[in-house]
């Protein structure tokens, strides 16, 4: 039985050492179509979200999620760098719910993060997208096509989703 | 023998679940879903007063969520196995099948959905079914929902329907509606001001049949508020108010009394700099599709409690929920951006929040009457049921280096909050030092240090913990929780309660797939997401989960 189980787990490693290389691959060729709101509370779908031709990153956030918020201070301190050379936009949807969606707005303005900014207080949106847990950062294409997805947040994932915008950017040029 | 056999059914289902999602997903096809699975093998361990494992050590709760999506079609369903649940859930989650399914039909005005959905009515004070599968909540409805868009600005839903209630549904059927006007949107007059108004309005009736034989009790119970949002440069007001006639139940101990529910938020927000200050009074507003429900299950609204989710490990020792037969309760916040070389904002710039909270008792004068007592409008008892004060300051250092400081008081009423009696109110004070420091560009340290100080309950705690992180697979954990203050001894002296809870964890993440493997001790205690809490009893073991995205 233990060589079953010891089986088992190089067989396992085998095909996640295999399943390694992050490439983009067509998720969907659209955005599902569901109602966010804006921090006032205005309601837009998010069929409707586009950045002329150029790439897009989704965000999925909390308020009271750590690593969430590394992510978000971490691609801030670049964003400036990134919308230069891609053009990238970047939306963040807060997952917080009633208890603590009054406090997406001053925590954002708090932080002085410039990002276009959504709460999706009933999950929604985070439903459509398949999202477990909060990180969850998608990539769209210039054709709004959603191209690439990852989940959680260490230091240093900023640099391979960054190398997905600069890829993603170069094809629409 | 025994126990290999889970491991090796679970090892291969990983293996099938990553290599069809190493792909990242069923590529183009309009099919998309989810997956999780958490898996314990449970250790007997009477130090820590680990329940002994049942005759079966290995537990799991799992799902997975299918859905198809077109532009006027949609389409679901959701499977979940507990097999059997994990310690902590409710063991009436026992068993497997498809708990969620549904069609949607919709276009621009309109959209249908026959089956499960999950709606909210405003912040949810009336209405609100939602899911939290970390914490084994869901009160998904089954019935019929209608959402109408009849003009700009204008938005109106429509449902009737039942609650789920772990594998069956609630007796009560619910029957509602919401409307919602923008007046930006709808009103030309009103397009370009600055000034942003959105009302709305919600009712909600649910049936249930009296078959009480010694009380008379209302079937049908209506409630129902209304809500206002404005907007004008940096200032938002936000404000709910729900009523609802009087509905006897096991919670507020079949009274006949009206509830009611009120909520206003203020803030103003700049950038670099915000303020948020929220009250809160509920009164009597426990609203269930069952009288006798209790726990978490078949909640028809939602009462959000006023105070910060504390993430780390010790604040979150004591959290707080609403207490719904009478609260009121206050919040403040302030948020700082000092910019980067600002004389207090150092190179890197500093983010400082300062967050104060209270939550107490409503005023009650008691009758001798069925319906219990009377209480004036936010007229606070004397009884405090939870205090936070916390203070915490991020601080970037250099580009390679991040700190963050916060300090946490706590004043946490255990008998009023955990529902016992003889212990009276918790008093802690709690400092944590978390360190992020980037190594090279894809090594990362981070690190924290907490401790918390009580002469109360299990006394003082400290924590280490250290996480390494090689970006963007892998992350290698430990920590050590060690409640080494504690002068307690159990059984009669017999086992020393300063204990170490010691955690190993190793995660392997692949885009939108995560494996992971932890062994160790899990304190008991009450875990919380979003204001909602459950008790898992203390265990250990070692636990695996494996989630993915497709």
Redesign the interface.
Known sequence: ??K??A???L??LA??V???E????????QL?AVDVKLM????VNTSTFANDGKPIIIDFWA????PCI?EL?TIHDLYPDWQKATGVKVITISV????????V???V????WTYESYVD????FK???????PP?TFVLNGKGEVI?????F????E??LYEVVKKVAAETK | ?KR??P???L??S??LV??L?????L??T?V???F?FDGQYYVPDSIIGAPNPPDEKFLNNAFA?F?Y?SDNFLAGLRYESYLNPLLGFDPLYKGSGISYRYLTYRNDKLEVTAGNF???FG??LTF?S??ER?LGVDNAMDGIRVRIKPVNGV?LKGLVGRQRNFWTLGEGILRGGDAEL?F??AFTSWNTKKT?L?IGGSFMSKYQSDQNPDYILPENVGCGGGRI?L?NGGW?L?SEYSHKINDPSTINNYIYKDGNAFLV?L?Y????????L?AKNIDNMSYRSERDATGNSLNIN?L???TK?H?YLLPAIYPYATQPNGEVAYQG?V???L?PNSPLGGQYGT?L?VNYSRATDIYKTNLNDSTGYTTSFFKPGDEVFFEDFNVEI?HKWSKSLRTILTYVYLNYNKDVIEGRDGFGHVYSHSGILET?W?IT????LRTELQHLYTKQDQQSWAVVLAEY?????W?FAAFDEYNYGNTHTDLGGKYDQRIHYFTGTV?????????SLGYGRQRAGIICV??VCRNVPASSGLSVSI?S??
């Open positions: 039985m233990k079953i189980a089986l088992a787990l067989l396992s095909v996640m295999r399943a390694q992050a490439k983009e691959t067509l998720l969907f060729k599902p006032n509370g205005e309601r308020t009271w999620c750590k590394e201070n917080d719910d009633a208890r603590t969606m009054t406090r707005a001053p925590f303005n708090g932080k002085g207080p009933n999950g929604d439903r459509a997208m398949n999202v477990n847990m969850h690439w997805q990852h989940v959680g260490a230091e240093g994932n640099e391979e | 023998m290999v056999v491991f090796a059914f090892l291969f990983s293996t990553t290599s999602a190493g792909a990242q997903g590529a183009g309009p998309h879903g989810n999780q969520n859905n999506e999950y709606e909210q912040s949810g609100r939602y899911e970390q938005y923008n930006n949107e942003q959105i949002s907007m938002t936000s938020n803030g927000n700049q950038k670099g700099f915000a303020v948020l929220s939602y959000p409690a006023l989710t993430t916040e948020f700082f951006n910019k983010d929040t991020n992020i980037k560009s894809k090594k990362t992180t090689i970006s963007p697979k992350s995660a392997f993440t692949n885009n939108a797939n995560r494996f979003g204001g989630t995205s497709f």
